[in-house]
């Protein structure tokens, strides 16, 4: 008997691992995906743009002075929209989004008391914390690129299906309009990952699921403070926040890809040491509830 019992909880031998490996990435993406902060994540996303769109509406033109800023511009057509609507999604909203989804998992289940038997059960810690870590990642990369393709099909359907005007500096056609976005959303993904593994780190630590969250905003808040201190000099291109908005200058007639590469190498580096430390803190955890 108990080996028949042993026989069902163990996987059968000679199973590849890789496909025990997708089941469970495929059970924690179901998981995730019926809760329902996820679910509230995603409405917000979807009427976001359409709050901006009556923002717009009420407000109204403002007396038609020359447009000097994307605010301004955000009413020339879809292009345009789209990269307002990125732009200010990305100093808050999708980090908390990243924050959450990378985040929270881990601490939600130990307040639930079902970590202790997730932990237990035949499936290495590692290859656990990775599942959530993976679908995290990719539920945040979802929320990224819905709202992106979301706000050009609205600002299409409200001010026209127009590419990116760039005001004085002339305009960019759809080709140009779809690659820099697509650039600029992947950027802002990026640079949102040492803060969702500030998350991660946080949540393993942690049996309260908003810690994780809050940790993240909070250190975005702090290190956005010290780049505005002029006396630290240098040292500013060490924060995390320094280069948030360095794909802004994508949108301009001869736009340095280039100068996208800093801003990169330090948010893989902080990913990089942070879900290290959430890997050896999770593989030696003690838990007990």
Do not use: C
């Not at 002075?65 to 345009?80: E, K, V």
């Not at 949102?192 to 905003?217: C, E, K, M, N, Y």
């Not at 001869?254 to 948010?267: E, I, Q, R, S, Y």
Request: net charge neutral.
């Amino acid at each position: 008997m108990s080996t028949s019992t042993e026989s069902s909880a163990m996987p059968v031998s000679g199973a590849p691992e890789q496909e025990t490996h997708s089941l469970r990435l495929k059970v924690e993406a179901r998981r995730q995906l019926s809760r329902l902060r996820t679910k509230w994540v995603f409405g917000i996303i979807l009427a976001l743009p359409l709050i901006v769109v009556a923002a717009f509406a009420v407000g109204g033109d403002d007396g038609g002075g020359r447009p000097d800023n994307f605010a301004d511009l955000a009413t020339a057509g879809s292009g345009n929209f789209a990269l307002f609507l990125l732009l200010v999604s990305s100093e808050l909203l999708l980090l908390i989004v990243a924050a959450l989804f990378v985040g929270d998992p881990v601490p939600s289940e130990a307040s639930w008391s079902s970590l202790r038997y997730l932990l237990i059960a035949p499936v290495p810690r590692g290859r656990l914390l990775t599942a959530k870590l993976a679908v995290g990642l990719l539920f945040t990369a979802l929320a990224t690129a819905v709202l992106l393709g979301w706000v050009l099909l609205v600002g299409g359907l409200f001010y026209g299906f127009t590419p990116l005007t760039l005001g004085d500096a002339g305009s960019l056609d759809w080709g140009q309009t779809l690659t820099r976005l697509g650039i600029g959303a992947l950027y802002v993904f990026i640079v949102q990952l040492p803060f969702a593994a500030l998350a991660l780190w946080t949540g393993v630590r942690s049996d309260a699921p908003l810690a994780a969250v809050g940790i993240a905003v909070i250190a975005v808040i702090v290190s956005a403070i010290l780049d505005q201190l002029s006396a630290l000099g240098d040292w500013r291109h060490a924060l995390p926040t320094h280069y948030n908005r360095e794909w802004v200058s994508l949108f301009t007639p001869n736009a340095d890809f280039t100068a996208l590469v800093p801003g990169v190498m330090w948010a893989l580096l902080y990913a990089v040491v942070l879900t290290a430390l959430a890997y050896r803190h999770f593989l030696k955890k003690d838990v007990i509830s």
